[in-house]
């Protein structure tokens, strides 16, 4: 076998109350999840339904600091609950999607919504926006075993103490099991992947300096520093 020019170790996130860590292969994103969202955007959410992107592997943050990045005056945040995969599938059924799920974390879709406006007004893609360094961080992993699959409860998020982003995971327009389903339609998923599921509303800019901290009710809580 051809030997690597250089070792490359996959990204990882920790297990919660564990030794071993989670590798990651993929980030799948949910746009578009919870209408109230959708309504603060501008858009009508019957007629613009949930669709999905990705976020490389390695803007993923473990830890509680997370860098401002370049390129942008506008950063935002957007508080998700995270669902880790640890199994593989092609084209399941909403009653087998459950299956696939090793557990889930509490993340944050940090976006440049400035360059965000700049891609959808001329028809861009959001890699730009959506894609960059540090731009996902993470709470450690937590085994569906040990919480279940939650499918209600408060999802919210606080910048420097105030209350910006309230809902509950029963508004998501699409819940986990139809979101697996649908991804599996069009990508084989494996053990590794992760989906961010969308965020109510609320979002709102962050700047240097800001302290946030997020929760999903019977999951987890982070708390990131934008440094």
Same mark, same amino acid.
Request: glycine content about 8%.
């Given at each position: 076998?051809?030997?690597?020019?250089?070792?490359?170790?996959?990204?990882?996130?920790?297990?919660?109350?564990?030794?071993?860590?989670?590798?990651?292969?993929?980030?799948?994103?949910?746009?578009?999840?919870?209408?109230?969202?959708?309504?603060?955007?501008?858009?009508?959410?019957?007629?613009?339904?949930?669709?999905?992107?990705?976020?490389?592997?390695?803007?993923?943050?473990?830890?509680?600091?997370?860098?401002?990045?370049?390129?942008?005056?506008?950063?935002?945040?957007?508080?998700?609950?995270?669902?880790?995969?640890?199994?593989?599938?092609?084209?399941?059924?909403?009653?087998?999607?459950?299956?696939?799920?090793?557990?889930?974390?509490?993340?944050? =879709?940090?976006?440049?919504?400035?360059?965000?406006?700049?891609?959808?007004?001329?028809?861009?893609?959001?890699?730009?926006?959506?894609?960059?360094?540090?731009?996902?961080?993470?709470?450690?992993?937590?085994?569906?075993?040990?919480?279940?699959?939650?499918?209600?409860?408060?999802?919210?998020?606080?910048?420097?103490?105030?209350?910006?982003?309230?809902?509950?995971?029963? =508004?998501?327009?699409?819940?986990?099991?139809?979101?697996?389903?649908?991804?599996?339609?069009?990508?084989?998923?494996?053990?590794? =992947?992760?989906?961010?599921?969308?965020?109510?509303?609320?979002?709102?800019?962050?700047?240097?300096?800001?302290?946030?901290?997020?929760?999903?009710?019977?999951?987890?809580?982070?708390?990131?520093?934008?440094?």
């Amino acid at each position: 076998m051809t030997q690597l020019l250089f070792p490359l170790a996959p990204p990882a996130v920790p297990i919660e109350g564990s030794d071993r860590a989670f590798p990651v292969r993929r980030i799948y994103c949910v746009g578009k999840n919870y209408a109230a969202h959708v309504r603060e955007m501008g858009s009508d959410p019957a007629a613009e339904p949930p669709f999905f992107f990705m976020k490389p592997a390695d803007a993923l943050v473990v830890g509680p600091k997370a860098p401002y990045p370049p390129d942008t005056d506008n950063l935002h945040h957007e508080v998700e609950l995270v669902v880790a995969i640890g199994r593989g599938g092609w084209d399941v059924t909403y009653e087998q999607a459950l299956d696939l799920v090793y557990g889930y974390a509490v993340g944050i =879709d940090l976006t440049k919504r400035d360059r965000q406006a700049d891609a959808k007004a001329k028809g861009q893609p959001w890699e730009r926006a959506k894609a960059f360094e540090a731009s996902a961080p993470i709470t450690p992993i937590v085994p569906a075993e040990r919480i279940g699959h939650p499918k209600r409860g408060a999802i919210e998020l606080a910048v420097n103490g105030e209350m910006r982003q309230h809902g509950d995971l029963a =508004d998501m327009i699409l819940p986990v099991p139809a979101i697996i389903a649908r991804l599996s339609e069009v990508w084989s998923l494996a053990p590794g =992947d992760l989906i961010y599921t969308g965020t109510p509303e609320g979002v709102g800019r962050i700047a240097r300096g800001d302290f946030i901290t997020a929760r999903v009710d019977g999951v987890a809580r982070i708390e990131v520093e934008i440094a």
